[in-house]
């Protein structure tokens, strides 16, 4: 249920959801474009609560592309079609995160697209095993199975856990300024069966990781936070520990010890993902849009038993960063990392 409204903007009026962060908007007009004014007052309003949602937005392909633009320059899913998929959108910027095939039928459990698409059931950030990270990303249902079937997208607030962090992992976080190693096909292994068949031979070893600092400061709203996922394969020191490291492409950054860094890690994302720093959103009619900030929260897809059975055709657009540390420690190229 909503808890308060916000009265300072004038022309939207934005309604808070959770304890912390999320707020649902309304009064605004998506059937033209998004003046000026009106888009100012949503940017604040995002930078603030970190998820917005908007009820009946109902933009079509277009204007779902055209209100992206509005945040910044747009990803796209070009390095996906080179490598053979099909893209049964119209546009290169939306990226489709339904429970359809390319064909338009629907994903069968068990199938490789049903194992590669559970990584998204995990609290993840978009684009984090990319040179350049996703700053915002907007998500809108296109076409929504029966109510009663699930499918909420949950989000989980990072400024507000790195707020309520225990003093001891604050203070080796701040003592060691560890860079997280982030990587989509850990993720996938993580959330799929261990018997997967398209995952259980792949090694994220093998792959580029996207590295960024796990303490940072959320630049629009100077607010500190933790830049974390389950995409979070490993952690790594600035600084070497050891004389004997020698840094390589590769593997440019001396390793903390797996057993460490690897409860670290766990202990971080347990901890911001607790019920307190936790917004479920319910998909309520088809034209519905969220907008989140991935530098602010984490979130995950819920599931449902709408699989196999209804269409739920969710298309996104992922907005680059365009903070100071948006390439985090990474080389500013096109090429888009973790992709076998």
């Given at each position: 249920?909503?808890?308060?409204?916000?009265?300072?903007?004038?022309?939207?009026?934005?309604?808070?959801?959770?304890?912390?962060?999320?707020?649902?908007?309304?009064?605004?007009?998506?059937?033209?474009?998004?003046?000026?004014?009106?888009?100012?007052?949503?940017?604040?309003?995002?930078?603030?609560?970190?998820?917005?949602?908007?009820?009946?937005?109902?933009?079509?392909?277009a204007r779902h592309v055209a209100f992206a633009a509005q945040f910044g320059e747009l990803d796209d899913i070009k390095p996906y079609i080179a490598m053979?998929?099909?893209?049964?959108?119209?546009?290169?910027?939306?990226?489709?995160?339904?429970?359809?095939?390319?064909?338009?039928?629907?994903?069968?459990?068990?199938?490789?697209?049903?194992?590669?698409?559970?990584?998204?059931?995990?609290?993840?950030?978009?684009?984090?095993?990319?040179?350049?990270?996703?700053?915002?990303?907007?998500?809108?249902?296109?076409?929504?199975?029966?109510?009663?079937?699930?499918?909420?997208?949950?989000?989980?607030?990072?400024?507000?856990?790195?707020?309520?962090?225990?003093?001891?992992?604050?203070?080796?976080?701040q003592e060691n300024d560890y860079i997280g190693a982030h990587s989509l096909m850990h993720s996938r292994k993580k959330?799929?069966?261990?018997?997967?068949?398209?995952?259980?031979?792949?090694?994220?070893?093998?792959?580029?990781?996207?590295?960024?600092?796990?303490?940072?400061?959320?630049?629009?709203?100077?607010?500190?936070?933790?830049?974390?996922?389950?995409?979070?394969?490993?952690?790594?020191?600035?600084?070497?520990?050891?004389?004997?490291?020698?840094?390589?492409?590769?593997?440019?950054?001396?390793?903390?010890?797996?057993?460490?860094?690897?409860?670290?890690?766990?202990?971080?994302?347990?901890?911001?993902?607790?019920?307190?720093?936790?917004?479920?959103?319910?998909?309520?009619?088809?034209?519905?849009?969220?907008?989140?900030?991935?530098?602010?929260?984490?979130?995950?897809?819920?599931?449902?038993?709408?699989?196999?059975?209804?269409?739920?055709?969710?298309?996104?657009?992922?907005?680059?960063?365009?903070?100071?540390?948006?390439?985090?420690?990474?080389?500013?190229?096109?090429?888009?990392?973790?992709?076998?």
């Open positions: 249920m909503p808890h308060a409204t916000d009265t300072e903007y004038q022309h939207i009026k934005v309604t808070q959801l959770a304890q912390t962060f999320g707020a649902e908007v309304t009064g605004v007009d998506f059937s033209k474009p998004v003046e000026q004014y009106v888009f100012d007052e949503i940017l604040r309003a995002i930078i603030h609560y970190g998820v917005l949602v908007f009820r009946h937005a109902e933009l079509d392909d053979g998929r099909k893209n049964r959108l119209p546009f290169d910027e939306l990226f489709d995160v339904s429970n359809l095939e390319d064909d338009g039928s629907l994903v069968k459990i068990g199938s490789r697209r049903e194992h590669m698409g559970l990584g998204n059931s995990i609290f993840h950030v978009d684009s984090s095993f990319n040179p350049r990270r996703a700053g915002y990303s907007l998500l809108r249902a296109h076409q929504l199975p029966p109510p009663g079937h699930g499918g909420n997208t949950d989000f989980a607030d990072t400024r507000a856990a790195y707020d309520e962090l225990p003093e001891d992992i604050r203070a080796e976080l959330a799929a069966p261990r018997d997967s068949p398209y995952l259980k031979d792949v090694e994220p070893n093998d792959l580029p990781f996207g590295r960024h600092s796990i303490l940072q400061t959320h630049e629009p709203s100077g607010r500190p936070t933790m830049y974390i996922a389950h995409h979070l394969h490993h952690l790594e020191y600035k600084t070497p520990r050891s004389s004997r490291f020698v840094p390589t492409s590769q593997q440019p950054y001396e390793r903390v010890p797996e057993q460490q860094g690897t409860e670290l890690i766990e202990k971080l994302l347990d901890h911001a993902t607790q019920d307190k720093y936790v917004l479920s959103v319910e998909w309520q009619n088809p034209g519905d849009l969220v907008v989140w900030d991935n530098t602010a929260v984490m979130h995950r897809a819920g599931q449902g038993t709408f699989q196999e059975k209804y269409a739920r055709d969710m298309r996104r657009a992922t907005v680059h960063d365009g903070s100071k540390d948006a390439w985090g420690l990474n080389e500013r190229t096109t090429v888009r990392q973790g992709l076998p």
